[in-house]
Each structure stands twice: as C-alpha cells, then as structure tokens.
C-alpha cells in the first residue's frame, strides 16, 4: 500500500495552480492538476503527519544523487556511485532510514516520488509532476528540440533539489519513449548530468512495462481471470495482459507481491502511439468526430497484430476480466466523471468505472469546444488538446477486448521503481511474511 504524507511548496513550483487544503493539523494536503491531471499529493486519512526528513547535503560540485544506470554511464556516473554508497552509510549511523527517489522523465511529463519504506509498503514524502513536452516534434524531426530540452532541465533541477533536500540514500531514474527514438538523446543525456548532476537511464519498453505492473499491482482484482495493464504515455503505449491464474491468493500484501505480479505476464506489447504523437498526427485542439474517428482506427490497426498473435479477445469471453488503466488519460476521465470540482487523488486512485461510463466521458468531451475543456478543472489548458487523443486510444483498447469494468490508477512506473528498489534491498521483509519462489520469472512473450 502507498501511503502519501507531504509537507510541501509545490504551489509554486508547478506550472499549474495547485489548491491546498489542511486536513489534520499539521499536515498539508495538496491536490489538484499538476500538470498530468493528477495531484501532487494526497495522504491516506489515517496517517499522522510528519516532519522532513533530513538530507546528506550534498555538495553541489559532485552529482548530487545516485542512479542506476545502464552500461553506457560516464566515469562521473560511477564516482556518483562511490559517493551515494557513503553518504548511505553515513545516513545509517546517524540512525535514518533509507530514503528513496524514483523519476519517471516521459514524452510529456517530468515526475518524481521520494518515500521511505513502510510496514505498509512506503511513504510517499516529497513528489513532483510537471509538463515539460519533452518529445514535441520529435515523431517529425527525429531530434529533442532545445525548448524541450531547456524547459525538460529547469523541471530536473527542482527533482535534483528535492531529492537532496529530502537525503535521498538510493534512486533509479529511467527516461522514457522520447529519448529512446530521439538521434540526440545521449548529448541530452550528458546536459542533464552537467547541469543538475542527475544520471539518467533510458529504460527499455519492456523495462517501462514490467515497472507499470508492479507500479498498480496492488489494484489488481485477484477474484478476475484476466486484466490488461495499459498505460497510455506521450510517445508510446504499454499494453500488458496478466494471467490472473497464476497469481498466489495470499491475502498478505507486501513490496514483494508488487514483484510477483510480473510472473502472470501472459504477454506484452509497446504500441508507438502517445497522446503527443496521436494529437500532433490528426490534431488535438479542434478536434472533429471524423477526425476523433480516424484516431481510433489508427490506433486499433496498430493493436490488431498483437491481437492477431495471442487472442485475447477469445480468452476474456471465457473468463472474467478488466482493464487497470494507469495514466492521465483514465485519471482524467474519472474525475470528470466523478463530477470533481477539482482533482483529488484520493478519490480518483483506485475507482472503479463501468467502460459505458468512460465512453460517455469521452463523447462529452468530443462534443467539447478547445476552451469548453481547457475550462474542466480536471484536465486545464496543458492537457485539452492531449486529451482526446487519449480517449481515442482507450475506445480503441475496448474496441479489440470488449470489457465491461475498468480499475483507475493514480499511480504506475514511480511506484514500480520504488517497489522494485525496496524489495532489492530486503524491505519487503519488513512489511510481512517473505516468500519464497521466483522474483523475476515468467515474464511472458514479447509481440514484435
């Protein structure tokens, strides 16, 4: 279980005004759009609130945070290492707890969780989101344009700050499917180390779904059959389905059961459709119902061969089966759909919605003028001309797999990352019975 407690001052570092309400004394809980229609952060109601933790003070001449990395990081990256591995030591005489960051640098948006383990699974203390556009014309130009990159940085120096305010003692920072295709995604990869001292990862597609899984694995119907994992990105979309059979019935809940979702992979596929890319395809803004419509078929053309190779479509008519949906696009329609004056994370994460009523959100929303949606306080001006490309590719989800019940997650590849971290560190332990079996079998066929 995620808990979320955050004392914070992300009003005025997001783009987007962000409301903030007291719900116990002491402890602020923010909520509202941020950047990604989601909120900032929320927390559980029967948390206590409590104080900062302490940070390393890191220098800011040394990179100021440890990454995992892939092969190909720089010399400074593996000093980052040497230096991370002291300051941890020296964070566990004075008697602290591990704390731990997770960054999720996408197409679109720039966010960053920083917790500590939990007997529940982890406490969220810090979070960041914004829209950064990092992948804006780069399905036309093949390159990251210095805009993007420049506005990208300014969002990764508030992350890198945080993280050494917060005393970050481990982190994994994976970028997403816009620097996997850009041809200068290793010149930017090398301008954010030199200027805010981050090592960052390009992740692989099959990385970025496996972390989606374990990110929402604790919202899985363990009474269902099957459930597709999808998470509708800026430049791509991770489509999982699970094998719920396979999944162990305890009704024990650990950082390690976050694992053990990965083994009911059944099969996977990364379709190189986003809301960027769609929107920038056939147009976001001014969007009409034949134009609504040639989104979808693009999108349930792309499907087809990986429906073609595996039948999914056949084995959920036998079976029970939903869709957990993990990203902007079905946190979006659940608050519309919830009537929200305003995006709460708390109600949002975790509902359920019939499909008929997501659909009905959509159509309302192709009815909608550019400035009818930017004036819905769950989606705001930096998402209404991504939204609907968001909903085509959802109508296009339930057009090959007719499904009748869809789980809402306000949270994904983040989370995944600080599951996967704790549990290599033995943190799992701390919250519950380990078991043993596999950690990382099973992860099922990859569709070409």
């Given at each position: ?13 997001s ?6 309400a ?7 809980i923010?909520t ?25 003070g ?7 945070v440890?990454a995992?990395?892939?092969d190909?990081v720089a ?41 500590r ?23 036309r ?18 992350c890198?700050?945080?993280?050494r ?18 041809s ?9 180390h ?21 990110g ?5 119907d ?36 976050r ?9 996977w596929?990364?379709l ?5 890319s ?12 034949e ?7 693009d ?18 008519v ?76 959802l109508?296009?989800l ?10 809402v997650?306000?949270?994904g ?34 569709h070409?």
């Amino acid at each position: 279980m995620v808990e979320w407690s955050h004392r914070t001052n992300a009003a005025a570092e997001s783009p987007v005004c962000i409301r903030a309400a007291v719900r116990r004394e002491g402890l602020n809980i923010v909520t509202g759009p941020s950047g990604n229609a989601r909120a900032a952060a929320t927390a559980s109601p029967d948390i206590v609130g409590r104080g900062e933790t302490n940070g390393s003070g890191m220098s800011s001449v040394a990179p100021p945070v440890l990454a995992r990395a892939g092969d190909n990081v720089a010399v400074k990256g593996h000093l980052a290492a040497v230096r991370g591995k002291e300051e941890q030591t020296a964070h566990a005489r004075r008697g602290g707890s591990q704390v731990y960051g997770a960054l999720d640098l996408g197409t679109n948006n720039c966010r960053l969780l920083v917790a500590r383990p939990s007997r529940r699974g982890f406490l969220v203390v810090d979070a960041f989101s914004r829209i950064i556009r990092l992948g804006e014309g780069v399905h036309r130009t093949g390159q990251l344009s210095d805009a993007a990159m420049t506005r990208t940085i300014d969002a990764l120096k508030i992350c890198s700050d945080k993280m050494r305010r917060r005393g970050v003692t481990r982190s994994r920072l994976i970028a997403t499917e816009a620097c996997r295709i850009a041809s200068n995604s290793a010149e930017f990869i090398d301008r954010v180390h030199n200027e805010t001292g981050l090592a960052i990862e390009i992740a692989s597609r099959e990385t970025e779904a496996r972390l989606a899984v374990s990110g929402c694995a604790s919202l899985i119907d363990r009474q269902a059959e099957w459930a597709l994992v999808f998470d509708i990105g800026g430049g791509s979309s991770e489509l999982i389905w699970l094998d719920l059979k396979r999944l162990e019935r305890s009704g024990q809940r650990t950082v390690h059961d976050r694992l053990e979702a990965q083994n009911c992979i059944a099969a996977w596929t990364s379709l190189p459709i986003g809301v960027v890319s769609l929107a920038e395809r056939h147009g976001g803004r001014d969007v009409t119902p034949e134009g609504y419509e040639a989104m979808v078929n693009d999108v349930v053309g792309a499907i087809q061969q990986f429906e073609d190779a595996h039948h999914f479509g056949d084995r959920i008519v036998r079976g029970r089966a939903h869709f957990l949906g993990t990203s902007g696009t079905v946190t979006t329609i659940a608050g519309i759909h919830l009537k929200l004056p305003m995006y709460e994370r708390s109600r949002v994460d975790g509902c359920w919605l019939g499909t008929s009523d997501a659909r009905v959100v959509s159509r309302d929303l192709l009815a909608m003028s550019y400035a009818e949606r930017v004036a819905q306080p769950c989606i705001g001006q930096e998402r209404a001309d991504l939204v609907l490309a968001g909903c085509a590719i959802l109508e296009a989800l339930l057009r090959v797999w007719p499904c009748q019940r869809l789980r809402v997650a306000d949270r994904g590849l983040r989370e995944g990352i600080l599951a996967t971290l704790m549990a290599e560190d033995g943190n799992e332990r701390r919250g519950g019975r380990h078991r043993g079996g596999r950690r990382n079998g099973g992860y099922g066929k990859r569709h070409r």
